[in-house]
T-cell receptor, first 119, second 111 residues
């Protein structure tokens, strides 16, 4: 199974520490997305890459958050100086681009998420 | 500004009956609408989608209806099975291929 994989699945950290999450998308997908989900809410968009270019960032993405996709393959999401309000599930998703031969139905393929708990 | 809303946080139905999950949106520029299903500790999994130029799409037990004039869509599951118990998210796609999600509806199907 070559679905979207995320690492680590769970991270517990103390307030003020930095954390980094990694996402490996489906190999032929050139679009990669980061979402955040808190309890009782739907996923909220954070940022989006097409290949290595970061094309869109949400206002939710404060300057403590940075995302990269250096070679257009895997991506990392780093949170600096974590706060308790950062506790959430961080979801990565990928999708084929418009050059894909498959009909684009808008579907994003999600990983299982990285759960962050900030103490 | 919630562009996609699911006003029912939970729904309970009997096995074999129909489940109807509802979703409202405000942005008329959305071009695709999708339903995702989520189990605890897992990422959302795609269920079914519909283009904004259609009013119905069916896939097995799942049918999505779109009413553009009312900016409303619904997911029908017939017959409902206990394994359908999960949280269902409605999502809408904009021109940038980004999805905006509703808050989810927890479906419980009782045996």
């Amino acid at each position: 199974d070559t679905g979207v994989s995320q690492d680590p699945r769970h991270k517990i950290t103390k307030r003020g520490q930095n954390v980094t999450f990694r996402c490996d998308p489906i190999s032929e997908h050139n679009r990669l997305y980061w979402y955040r989900q808190t309890l009782g809410q739907g996923p909220e968009f954070l940022t989006y890459f097409q290949n290595e270019a970061q094309l869109e960032k949400s206002r939710l993405l404060s300057d403590r958050f940075s995302a990269e996709r250096p070679k257009g393959s895997f991506s990392t999401l780093e949170i600096q100086r974590t706060e308790q309000g950062d506790s959430a599930m961080y979801l990565c998703a990928s999708s084929p681009g418009t050059t894909s031969k498959k009909r684009n139905t808008g579907e994003l393929f999600f990983g299982e998420g990285s759960r962050l708990t900030v103490l | 500004d919630q562009q996609v809303k699911q006003n029912s946080p939970s729904l309970s139905v009997q096995e074999g009956r129909i489940s109807i999950l509802n979703c409202d949106y405000t942005n008329s520029m959305f071009d695709y609408f999708l339903w995702y299903k989520k189990y605890p500790a897992e990422g959302p999994t795609f269920l079914i989608s519909i283009s904004s130029i259609k009013d119905k799409n069916e896939d097995g037990r799942f049918t999505v209806f779109l009413n553009k004039s009312a900016k409303h869509l619904s997911l029908h599951i017939v017959p409902s099975q206990p394994g359908d118990s999960a949280v269902y998210f409605c999502a809408a796609r904009n021109a940038g291929n980004m999805l905006t999600f509703g808050g989810g509806t927890r479906l419980m199907v009782k045996p």
